[in-house]
Antibody, heavy 125, light 107 residues
């Protein structure tokens, strides 16, 4: 059974960089895409981006200028960096495995089949 | 438009059938998937693709789509189905989108 676990500081100061790591256990990080998703308190889900084990990435256009996702296959980990944070970045951050597939028309879908428990990151001075 | 719109709240009597909807222009071209999220927990994928259930998801959950609206139907709602439900699809660039979520109350 694949398990994901987020780790990193729970408090980040405004204008600084948020850094989180997701450790994957019970399976290899290879041959899958891996994603970060966040959820502000009391609000809905927002996709941040995903990375293939080879290192190729795709980011939410609304966050692209501030986001970097990287992968370390030797440690079975992938990481998130979000720069220049503000209070609006306060959220529970989830890492997840991407279950990707193509429909009969050739469109690709990224669903999320395994999730970490989430970690609350608060942006405050 | 690349937005997905859901009703904020829906209620259903125990054992009855409920439909949770998701509207958006992208749904005319793309499938929706659905996630269930209980308080303090991570979301769980319950429906994806045309109408596929991951292993372990009860068959009372089903998905459908018509025009710009995707629906999650729970036939015979149980107390444990009380949760927030999020639809998820993609935009024209392939980027994942989420709806705002629907809070389901089982009476």
């Amino acid at each position: 059974q694949v398990q994901l676990q987020e780790s990193g500081p729970g408090l980040v100061k405004p204008s600084e960089t948020l850094s989180l790591t997701c450790t994957v256990s019970g399976g290899s990080i290879s041959s899958y895409y891996w994603s970060w998703i966040r959820q502000p308190p009391g609000k809905g889900l927002e996709w941040i981006g995903y990375i293939y084990y080879s290192g190729s990435t795709n980011y939410n256009p609304s966050l692209k200028s501030r986001v970097t996702i990287s992968v370390d296959t030797s440690k079975n980990q992938f990481s998130l960096k979000l720069s220049s944070v503000t209070a609006a970045d306060t959220a529970v951050y989830y890492c997840a495995r991407v279950y990707g597939y193509y429909d009969s028309s050739g469109y690709y879908y990224a669903n999320f089949d395994y999730w970490g428990q989430g970690t609350l990151v608060t942006v405050s001075s | 438009s690349s937005e997905l719109t859901q009703d904020p709240a829906v209620s259903v009597a125990l054992g009855q059938t409920v439909r949770i909807t998701c509207q958006g222009d992208s749904l005319r071209s793309y499938y929706a998937s659905w996630y269930q999220q209980k308080p303090g927990q991570a979301p769980v994928l319950v429906i994806y693709g045309k109408n596929n259930r991951p292993s372990g998801i009860p068959d009372r959950f089903s998905g459908s789509s018509s025009g710009n609206t995707a629906s999650l139907t729970i036939t015979g709602a149980q107390a444990e189905d009380e949760a927030d439900y999020y639809c998820n699809s993609r935009d024209s660039s392939g980027n994942p989108l989420f709806g705002g979520g629907t809070k389901l109350t089982v009476l």
